[in-house]
């Protein structure tokens, strides 16, 4: 148990809809990633915040967005959903920034688009 | 930019052989180097990592890497593969910065034979 909670494990909606993945992470971890894996992208960096703050955005589409609050969860919405966005969605947190902290990964949750 | 290669998307071993998977990156500067499990239905795990100390870095459950600068090579092994090794293996490369600059390897899935 890496400790980062994702909820739901699993997720299927149809095409045009709106769900929100929910991550929790590590106790004492101030930064939260991201992540979208597919068979045809693989392992995607999409968006990161740290202590409430966005702090980097990688190949996130303008349909989705993030936020982190106060108490430092974090929750990806993704809107007007396409058969494309069937992914695995991970979120990943650690301490500090930098990569000689260690990023610990959660479970993901699996959206399926039908 | 920087980018990961691994070689083989799939390697097939006996229980108790040698066990090599193959990363190869691309970098004009010092990288940071990442070995990652995904074990079914799990989340990423750390086996080790390479930070520009010691070339030879030993990881979680008997796994080490050896970067080889000369060869833009870090190469997982194992020198004996056990059943619960089966699982896709990532290796990940970043030059800088936090995670949001890793960038991931598209995976090798690793199966044992009995």
């Known amino acids: 148990d890496s400790g980062v909670t994702q909820t739901p494990k699993h997720l299927i909606t149809a095409t045009g809809q709106r769900v929100t993945l929910r991550c929790s992470p590590r106790?004492?971890?101030?930064?939260v990633y991201w992540y979208q894996q597919s068979l045809d992208q693989g392992l995607q960096f999409l968006i990161q915040?740290?202590?409430?703050?966005?702090?980097a955005k990688g190949n996130i589409l303008e349909r989705f967005s993030a936020q982190q609050f106060p108490d430092l969860h974090s929750e990806l919405n993704l809107s007007s959903l396409e058969l494309g966005d069937s992914a695995l969605y991970f979120c990943?947190?650690?301490?500090?920034?930098?990569?000689?902290?260690?990023?610990?990964f959660g479970q993901g949750t699996r959206l399926t688009v039908v | 930019a920087q980018s990961v290669t691994q070689l083989g998307s799939h390697v097939s071993v006996s229980e108790g052989a040698l066990v090599l998977l193959r990363c190869n990156y691309s970098s004009s500067v010092p990288p940071y180097l990442f070995w990652y499990v995904q074990y079914p239905n799990q989340g990423l795990q750390l086996l080790l990592k390479?930070?520009?100390?010691?070339?030879l870095v030993k990881g979680i459950n008997g796994f080490e890497a050896e970067f080889k600068k000369s060869e833009t090579s870090f190469h997982l092994t194992k020198p004996s593969a056990h059943m619960s090794d089966a699982a896709e293996y990532f290796c990940a490369v970043s030059f800088s910065g936090g995670y949001q600059k890793v960038t991931f390897g598209t995976g090798t899935k690793l199966q044992v034979i009995p």
């Open positions: 915040y740290y202590n409430g703050e966005e702090r």
């Open positions: 390479y930070t520009s100390a010691a070339t």
């Open positions: 990943a947190s650690s301490v500090a920034q930098g990569v000689n902290t260690e990023a610990f």
């Open positions: 106790s004492g971890d101030l930064s």
